[in-house]
Protein backbone atom coordinates (compact mmCIF):
# COMPACT_ATOMS: atom_id res chain seq x y z
CA UNK A 1 0.00 0.00 0.00
CA UNK A 2 1.06 3.44 -0.90
CA UNK A 3 -0.23 6.76 0.89
CA UNK A 4 0.50 9.78 -1.68
CA UNK A 5 0.25 13.51 -0.21
CA UNK A 6 0.83 16.67 -1.72
CA UNK A 7 4.74 16.16 -1.24
CA UNK A 8 5.34 12.52 0.23
CA UNK A 9 4.86 9.59 -1.31
CA UNK A 10 4.93 6.78 1.75
CA UNK A 11 5.20 3.42 0.79
CA UNK A 12 3.78 0.66 3.61
CA UNK A 13 5.19 -2.97 4.10
CA UNK A 14 6.94 -3.72 1.15
CA UNK A 15 5.90 -6.49 0.03
CA UNK A 16 7.48 -6.72 -3.44
CA UNK A 17 8.19 -9.90 -5.02
CA UNK A 18 7.55 -12.19 -7.95
CA UNK A 19 4.41 -14.46 -7.82
CA UNK A 20 4.96 -17.42 -6.15
CA UNK A 21 8.57 -16.93 -4.58
CA UNK A 22 7.54 -17.90 -1.23
CA UNK A 23 6.72 -21.02 0.27
CA UNK A 24 3.28 -21.83 1.34
CA UNK A 25 2.31 -20.79 4.71
CA UNK A 26 -0.43 -23.71 5.66
CA UNK A 27 0.29 -27.15 4.59
CA UNK A 28 -3.98 -28.20 5.05
CA UNK A 29 -6.07 -25.84 6.62
CA UNK A 30 -6.16 -23.67 3.57
CA UNK A 31 -5.07 -24.79 0.38
CA UNK A 32 -0.97 -25.17 -0.58
CA UNK A 33 -0.12 -22.22 -2.61
CA UNK A 34 3.03 -20.40 -2.84
CA UNK A 35 3.38 -16.56 -1.56
CA UNK A 36 2.14 -14.20 -2.83
CA UNK A 37 -0.70 -15.58 -4.58
CA UNK A 38 -0.80 -12.72 -7.06
CA UNK A 39 1.69 -10.26 -8.93
CA UNK A 40 2.00 -7.09 -8.19
CA UNK A 41 -0.89 -5.02 -10.24
CA UNK A 42 -0.02 -3.58 -13.35
CA UNK A 43 0.84 0.26 -11.89
CA UNK A 44 3.12 -0.92 -9.12
CA UNK A 45 6.23 0.30 -11.45
CA UNK A 46 5.15 3.55 -11.76
CA UNK A 47 4.09 4.06 -8.28
CA UNK A 48 6.98 2.95 -6.87
CA UNK A 49 9.01 5.23 -9.37
CA UNK A 50 7.56 7.88 -6.44
CA UNK A 51 8.56 6.71 -3.41
CA UNK A 52 9.75 8.98 -0.84
CA UNK A 53 9.63 7.51 2.47
CA UNK A 54 8.73 3.94 4.22
CA UNK A 55 6.92 3.06 7.33
CA UNK A 56 7.14 -0.70 8.20
CA UNK A 57 5.09 -2.30 11.07
CA UNK A 58 6.83 -5.59 11.45
CA UNK A 59 9.19 -7.81 10.09
CA UNK A 60 7.60 -10.70 8.60
CA UNK A 61 8.17 -11.71 5.17
CA UNK A 62 4.73 -10.70 3.92
CA UNK A 63 5.49 -7.31 4.78
CA UNK A 64 8.93 -6.56 3.57
CA UNK A 65 10.56 -9.59 1.71
CA UNK A 66 13.77 -9.41 0.09
CA UNK A 67 12.37 -8.09 -2.68
CA UNK A 68 11.52 -4.97 -0.69
CA UNK A 69 14.47 -5.20 1.39
CA UNK A 70 16.09 -4.47 -2.35
CA UNK A 71 14.05 -1.91 -3.43
CA UNK A 72 14.87 -0.08 -0.13
CA UNK A 73 18.41 0.14 0.12
CA UNK A 74 18.95 0.44 -4.14
CA UNK A 75 17.12 3.77 -3.68
CA UNK A 76 18.30 4.87 -0.05
CA UNK A 77 14.43 5.40 0.97
CA UNK A 78 14.44 6.77 4.77
CA UNK A 79 12.19 4.10 6.87
CA UNK A 80 10.55 4.59 9.90
CA UNK A 81 9.34 1.42 12.03
CA UNK A 82 9.10 -0.09 15.83
CA UNK A 83 12.00 0.51 17.86
CA UNK A 84 12.12 -2.48 18.68
CA UNK A 85 12.78 -3.77 14.82
CA UNK A 86 15.79 -0.59 14.28
CA UNK A 87 18.57 -2.94 15.49
CA UNK A 88 17.15 -6.18 12.83
CA UNK A 89 16.22 -3.61 10.02
CA UNK A 90 19.73 -1.89 9.83
CA UNK A 91 21.75 -5.05 10.13
CA UNK A 92 19.63 -5.93 6.57
CA UNK A 93 20.92 -2.78 5.28
CA UNK A 94 18.00 -0.44 5.71
CA UNK A 95 18.19 3.50 6.20
CA UNK A 96 15.96 3.66 9.21
CA UNK A 97 15.62 7.54 9.96
CA UNK A 98 13.04 7.15 13.09
CA UNK A 99 12.29 4.82 15.31
CA UNK A 100 9.03 4.57 17.87
CA UNK A 101 7.75 3.17 20.73
CA UNK A 102 4.27 2.49 21.54
CA UNK A 103 2.04 5.61 22.05
CA UNK A 104 5.46 7.85 21.55
CA UNK A 105 4.27 10.62 19.30
CA UNK A 106 7.02 12.30 17.30
CA UNK A 107 7.34 14.55 14.16
CA UNK A 108 6.27 13.34 10.73
CA UNK A 109 6.84 15.79 7.91
CA UNK A 110 5.02 18.51 8.46
CA UNK A 111 2.53 16.36 10.93
CA UNK A 112 2.91 13.60 13.56
CA UNK A 113 2.77 9.76 13.70
CA UNK A 114 2.15 7.65 16.94
CA UNK A 115 3.31 4.34 17.84
CA UNK A 116 0.10 2.31 18.15
CA UNK A 117 0.54 -1.23 19.97
CA UNK A 118 -0.82 -4.30 17.77
CA UNK A 119 -0.94 -7.67 19.07
CA UNK A 120 -0.14 -10.21 16.24
CA UNK A 121 -3.00 -13.04 16.94
CA UNK A 122 -5.11 -14.42 19.36
CA UNK A 123 -3.88 -16.39 22.52
CA UNK A 124 -0.87 -17.76 22.57
CA UNK A 125 0.22 -18.00 19.38
CA UNK A 126 0.95 -13.38 19.44
CA UNK A 127 4.13 -14.21 21.49
CA UNK A 128 5.03 -16.30 18.79
CA UNK A 129 4.52 -13.79 16.15
CA UNK A 130 6.95 -11.24 17.95
CA UNK A 131 6.63 -7.19 18.27
CA UNK A 132 4.16 -5.53 15.69
CA UNK A 133 3.10 -1.71 15.58
CA UNK A 134 0.27 0.31 13.83
CA UNK A 135 0.73 4.37 13.58
CA UNK A 136 -1.37 6.93 13.74
CA UNK A 137 -0.50 9.44 11.34
CA UNK A 138 -1.94 13.41 11.21
CA UNK A 139 -0.36 15.61 8.33
CA UNK A 140 -1.52 19.43 7.73
CA UNK A 141 -4.72 20.04 6.14
CA UNK A 142 -5.18 16.18 5.33
CA UNK A 143 -7.46 13.65 6.85
CA UNK A 144 -6.07 11.64 10.01
CA UNK A 145 -5.12 8.11 9.38
CA UNK A 146 -4.88 4.99 11.38
CA UNK A 147 -2.96 2.10 10.56
CA UNK A 148 -4.22 -0.75 12.29
CA UNK A 149 -1.28 -3.41 11.05
CA UNK A 150 -1.52 -7.22 11.89
CA UNK A 151 -3.31 -6.99 14.93
CA UNK A 152 -6.72 -8.52 16.63
CA UNK A 153 -9.02 -6.83 18.56
CA UNK A 154 -7.50 -4.82 21.90
CA UNK A 155 -8.08 -1.91 23.94
CA UNK A 156 -5.92 0.24 22.38
CA UNK A 157 -7.57 -0.12 18.89
CA UNK A 158 -10.77 0.39 21.01
CA UNK A 159 -8.70 3.99 22.39
CA UNK A 160 -7.83 4.85 19.11
CA UNK A 161 -11.42 4.00 17.61
CA UNK A 162 -13.40 6.11 20.50
CA UNK A 163 -10.65 8.71 21.33
CA UNK A 164 -8.46 9.20 18.50
CA UNK A 165 -11.59 8.89 15.94
CA UNK A 166 -9.55 8.48 12.95
CA UNK A 167 -11.07 9.81 9.61
CA UNK A 168 -9.25 6.67 7.67
CA UNK A 169 -8.51 3.34 9.58
CA UNK A 170 -6.41 1.06 6.99
CA UNK A 171 -7.43 -3.20 8.63
CA UNK A 172 -6.25 -5.77 7.96
CA UNK A 173 -8.37 -8.31 7.33
CA UNK A 174 -8.75 -11.82 5.48
CA UNK A 175 -8.70 -13.80 9.06
CA UNK A 176 -5.17 -15.06 8.70
CA UNK A 177 -4.62 -18.25 10.33
CA UNK A 178 -1.92 -20.95 10.65
CA UNK A 179 -2.52 -24.84 10.76
CA UNK A 180 -2.21 -24.92 14.14
CA UNK A 181 -3.22 -22.13 16.40
CA UNK A 182 -6.01 -19.27 16.48
CA UNK A 183 -6.16 -16.90 14.43
CA UNK A 184 -3.54 -14.64 13.79
CA UNK A 185 -5.48 -11.30 13.28
CA UNK A 186 -9.11 -9.85 13.65
CA UNK A 187 -11.72 -12.64 12.98
CA UNK A 188 -15.21 -11.46 11.74
CA UNK A 189 -16.83 -10.67 14.50
CA UNK A 190 -14.08 -8.36 15.59
CA UNK A 191 -13.95 -6.79 11.70
CA UNK A 192 -17.58 -6.08 12.38
CA UNK A 193 -16.90 -4.56 15.93
CA UNK A 194 -13.77 -2.88 14.69
CA UNK A 195 -16.02 -1.06 11.66
CA UNK A 196 -19.56 -0.37 14.12
CA UNK A 197 -16.84 2.08 16.03
CA UNK A 198 -15.08 3.44 13.41
CA UNK A 199 -15.96 7.13 13.48
CA UNK A 200 -14.29 7.47 9.65
CA UNK A 201 -13.84 5.15 6.82
CA UNK A 202 -12.38 2.04 6.93
CA UNK A 203 -10.00 0.93 3.81
CA UNK A 204 -10.32 -3.42 4.13
CA UNK A 205 -7.02 -4.91 3.02
CA UNK A 206 -4.46 -8.08 3.44
CA UNK A 207 -6.63 -10.21 1.54
CA UNK A 208 -6.19 -12.43 -1.46
CA UNK A 209 -3.06 -12.27 -1.56
CA UNK A 210 -1.40 -15.03 0.99
CA UNK A 211 -2.44 -18.43 0.94
CA UNK A 212 -3.36 -18.09 4.95
CA UNK A 213 -5.65 -15.00 4.67
CA UNK A 214 -9.48 -17.39 3.76
CA UNK A 215 -11.43 -13.89 3.72
CA UNK A 216 -11.96 -13.07 0.26
CA UNK A 217 -13.36 -9.49 -0.67
CA UNK A 218 -16.54 -10.77 -2.00
CA UNK A 219 -17.14 -12.61 1.51
CA UNK A 220 -16.24 -9.71 3.46
CA UNK A 221 -18.81 -7.19 1.21
CA UNK A 222 -21.76 -10.04 2.20
CA UNK A 223 -20.92 -9.40 5.82
CA UNK A 224 -21.01 -6.01 5.26
CA UNK A 225 -23.78 -5.71 3.11
CA UNK A 226 -25.62 -8.23 6.02
CA UNK A 227 -24.94 -5.71 8.56
CA UNK A 228 -25.56 -2.52 6.89
CA UNK A 229 -22.09 -1.31 7.00
CA UNK A 230 -21.29 -1.44 3.55
CA UNK A 231 -21.00 2.31 3.39
CA UNK A 232 -18.39 2.52 6.03
CA UNK A 233 -16.28 0.30 4.20
CA UNK A 234 -13.76 0.53 1.10
CA UNK A 235 -12.87 -2.96 -0.16
CA UNK A 236 -9.97 -1.90 -2.84
CA UNK A 237 -9.12 -4.33 -5.68
CA UNK A 238 -5.41 -4.76 -6.48
CA UNK A 239 -3.75 -1.38 -7.67
CA UNK A 240 -6.99 0.59 -7.21
CA UNK A 241 -6.20 4.18 -6.06
CA UNK A 242 -8.86 5.42 -3.53
CA UNK A 243 -8.84 9.58 -3.42
CA UNK A 244 -9.42 11.09 -0.48
CA UNK A 245 -10.63 14.66 -0.62
CA UNK A 246 -8.20 16.77 1.87
CA UNK A 247 -10.27 18.49 5.35
Known amino acids: ?62 HIDSSGVKFLIERNIPVTCSIKDEKAFKKRGLHVTQTLKYWEKQDFFDGTIEGIPAKHGYGFVSKIMGNVIGYFIQLPNQKTIYLSSDTVYTDSVDKVLKIYKPDISILACGTAQFDVFKQLIMNTEDILKFVKNSSGKVIANHMESINHCPLSRKELKKILIENNLTNKVFIPEDGEVIEITSI
Open 1 to 62: MVIETEKEVILIDPMLGAQGFMPSFTLFRHKYKKNPTVALPHNAKSILEKITHCLITHQHPD
